[in-house]
Every structure is written in C-alpha cells, then in structure tokens.
C-alpha cells in the first residue's frame, strides 16, 4: 500500500487564498483525517489530491509516484488509482448494487470480482446485489458507495464528510464498519469531516485546519490531551475561557488556584481554556486541589451527562459551562464545591 504525500499546497478561487502552504502526510494503510470549520478548505485539499481541481502550487504524491507538481504535471483524476467517496453517494440509479460496485473494475479482474460478493456479505448487503438504489436506506446506500470506491482497488481512499446523511444511531454503527472494512484492507484513507468525535473515531492522524491553514496534526489523543492553541482547544466541545495571570515563571493564578503554564514568563496575561467536562462536584469530606465554591444558574440533563451552568462565587467573569457525568441536577441557587482536573486546563498566552 502506499502513502499519500501533499507537500507546500496552496490556492485560490479568484485570487481568494482558500490553502495556504498546505503539507500533509497520510502513512500507508491509516487513516487520517482533516477536521475544520466550514470553509476552512478540508475539500478543496480533497479535490486537489483527487485531480479534480487543478494543482496551483506544490506537489502530489502517492507512495514513490509523483501525481501533480505544479506547472509541471497534473495526471487526471481516472489515471490516479484513487477512490473517491462523497457525502451524496451519487449511486447510479439504473444500475443493481452488484453493478454500480463492480462499476469500475475491469471485467478481466476476476479477483476483484469475487472480492464484492466476500465484501457484500461483509458490509451485511449480501441480499441485496440485484436491489437498486432506491430500494436501498440510507446506510446501505452509504455501504454500497463505500465497496464502490473500494473495488477497483485503489491505492488511496478520498472520503468528504462520509457519514453526514446518516442519524446519529445508523451513523454510529456505519463508521465502524467502515474503519473495519478500511483497517482488514490496510487502506490509506484521506477523510473529511466536521464533527470531532468522528474524527478522534477514525483517525491515527488527525488534521486541524483553519482559515486554510494546517494548525496541528499528530495522534487524535495527542491532539486532543495537547491542543496547540484556544481554537484546537475548542473544537472538542463546550470550554470555558478565564483570563488568568502569570504570578511566577510557569505558574498561573485562576479563580481555582494556581496551575503549572510551561514556558509562560512572569507578568504574562493568560487565558485557561478549561473544557466543560473537567469540573467535578465534591461531597463533603472529599479534598482536592483546584477548587472553588460556585452557585448553580441552571442544570440539565442531556442524556448520558447533565449540562450545569454556574457562577463563581465572587462573581467572576461570565457563568461557566459544566458537563458532569449521569443525571446529577442540584437545585438552581445552591452551592457546590467543585474541583477542575488540571489535565483539562489549558494555557495560552492571551492573543498569542
Ligand atoms: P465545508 O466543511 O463547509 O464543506 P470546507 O472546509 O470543505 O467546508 P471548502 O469547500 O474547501 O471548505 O471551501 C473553502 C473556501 O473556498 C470556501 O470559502 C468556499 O466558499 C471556497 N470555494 C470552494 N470551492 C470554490 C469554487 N469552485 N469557486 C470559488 N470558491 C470556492
């Protein structure tokens, strides 16, 4: 299998930067994903690396093969050996699953053909060769365009936003048969997504993007436990952000005491980014570092956590948002002692 190298990308639509000196590595047989806000240019890096949108600046690579280098050579999508898969499916509609699978495969290629009926079966289809897509739901569509783009066997898997038409539960249940399917086949796959669970789901490589630029790339938990900045930080979930202020080399004073701030120097205005799930409520008798007394606005459940949002007690700055695990709903006015786990504190100077 090989790997897919993009080396210094960068592009335009009328003069409009949209990729700005874009370089990513995708090692052969993972997975790795480009996680963004929208517009960010997740697809337009997607569709460079297809050849559907012409190379404006750097290169394309696909293990030891140059595929595009800028003002030098663009090799055509259909000389590629990649496969593409996007969010509409776009399934023909005339043709049985069976065939708008086996779609781009040689005829002559008898192993890739007794591959679809092993991975029919496998992708739980193997009753529906001879239905059409109408006749399909929306995950089996989603199956069936996944074996489409897997039959030709192609070097790299493209996938844009590959889930977002399925509801939460289906979609659940697809992505991990498709990770499955991509891992038995020790496929190199390039995703796109929005959605940060998806993305620490799928990946071992995750991609932060903004504003057409890569921001940090490296393992999803790196990533994750390591945000570079306030932006990384927040793109997991609720956060809280208070400013705080750097009494000491590499210590911060906050409204929950003083945390360790590495290479911050003394006098440093900060911001502690703390996300929303790393409070926790103490009972009487329970003792920990980092605490601080707070006032309960409002609470709600939302499932498999409850949302809180609180006050400081000495009214400090804006009210916090909570996640605290289970169904835990203390009254609106009541105090709680809470304590923040400093492995979800996060410290940037403030407008670095
Ligand atoms: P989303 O998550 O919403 O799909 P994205 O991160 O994939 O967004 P792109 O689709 O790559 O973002 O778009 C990046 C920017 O380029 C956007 O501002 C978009 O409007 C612009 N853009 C994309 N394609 C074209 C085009 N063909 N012509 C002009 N502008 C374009």
Known sequence: MSGLSMKNISHAFSNRSVLNDVSIDVESGKVACLLGPSGCGKTTLLRIAAGLEPLQAGEVTVGDRLLAQAGKLDTPPEDRNIGLMFQDYALFPHLDVESNIAFGVDPGMSERRQWISGALDRMSLSGYATRY??????????????L???????SILLLDEPFSGLDVTLRAQVREQTLELLRETGRTALMVTHDPEEAMFMSDTLLVMNEGRLVQSGHPVDVYRHPVNTFVANLFGDTNALRGQCVEAGRV????GTFAAKGVTAGTTVDVIIRAE???ALTDGDTASNTATVQVTTAYPIGRSSHLRLVLEKGHGAPLHARFPGVFIPAPGSELQIAVDPDQVFIFPTNA
């Not at 109408?134 to 989603?142: K, N, P, R, T």
């Not at 489409?148 to 192609?154: G, S, V």
């Not at 004073?253 to 929950?256: A, D, G, L, Q, V």
């Open 253 to 256: 004073e906050t409204p929950f």
């Open 148 to 154: 489409r783009a897997l039959a030709p066997d192609p």
């Open 133 to 146: 897509p109408h006749e399909l739901s929306g995950g089996q569509q989603q199956r069936v365009a996944l």
């Open 278 to 280: 790393g409070f926790r």
